[in-house]
């Protein structure tokens, strides 16, 4: 009996490790399902826990994006990993592409699923962003005083920034100092094979955005999943790592 293309291991990249970067918060625990499928096609497969999430170290300062790059360089050191097929979602995402732009020759392959490249202010966004200076009086005004907290979780949530309203602290000074850096350069720089693998469902980083990256990212391909949402590559690891599984056989 024939194996389908899929489920047959990549024989060529099976000495290449894949280095899994957790979106934003998420811990490996919850990428451990996917590990396990590319660890089943043979390849050794790593969930890096960044500071600050569910499972890694705790924060003493507020950190940047480079303290993130240092963080995953100590890593890849740790593990004896030279080069790599990096996995990446979302904030993942931004770790992955300052790294490998300037330092490429630690990358195999690059896979990125709800990294927001662009910084695109839609219009629920553009609305609170108006809303907030308006919603930060009115919250000291009877009966609102009382009702501060709900109200700030309704305004996030109505504007899709959820992440940050989750975020107090060293935490969200660090969620301020990632999301203030642009990536657009370090996506011009990449040369690696790139694929993106974006849930049309996305509600948190919309499919445009991959379009955006798929034409600002040398020779970047663009797969869109049917009825995926923004988290589906942990939630559904099977269908998330098909795509990947066929793009690696053609490098």
């Known amino acids: 009996m024939h194996k389908s293309p899929v489920s047959r291991k990549i024989e060529a990249m099976d000495k290449y490790p894949v280095v899994i970067l957790p979106g934003w918060l998420i811990g490996s625990a919850r990428f451990e399902p996917l590990a396990q499928v590319f660890r089943d096609h043979g390849f050794p497969t790593f969930t890096v826990d960044f500071p600050g999430f569910e499972t890694g170290e705790k924060l003493t300062r507020p950190l940047s994006l480079i303290d993130y790059v240092k963080f995953l360089n100590s890593f890849l050191r740790q593990k004896r990993i030279t080069k790599a097929v990096f996995v990446v979602h979302s904030f993942g995402g931004r770790v992955a592409l300052k790294l490998l732009s ?134 559904n690891p099977e269908k998330f790592a098909q795509p990947i599984l066929e793009f690696l056989k053609t490098i």
């Open 102 to 235: 300037q330092e490429p020759q630690k990358g195999v392959a690059l896979i990125i699923s709800g990294t927001p490249g662009f910084q695109v202010m839609g219009p629920r966004k553009l609305i609170a962003s108006l809303m907030a200076p308006i919603g930060k009086v009115i919250s000291f005004v009877p009966p609102f005083i009382f009702f501060r907290k709900q109200l700030a979780q309704l305004l996030y949530r109505f504007s899709g920034t959820h992440d940050y309203y989750k975020t107090d602290g060293l935490l969200r000074a660090t969620f301020k100092n990632i999301i203030s850096e642009p990536l657009v350069e370090y996506m011009k720089k990449i040369r690696l094979p790139v694929l993106l693998v974006w849930g049309r469902e996305d509600r948190i980083v919309p499919l445009r955005v991959a379009h955006k990256m798929q034409e600002t990212i040398h020779g970047a391909r663009l797969v869109e999943i049917e009825h995926a949402t923004h988290n589906f590559c942990y939630k």
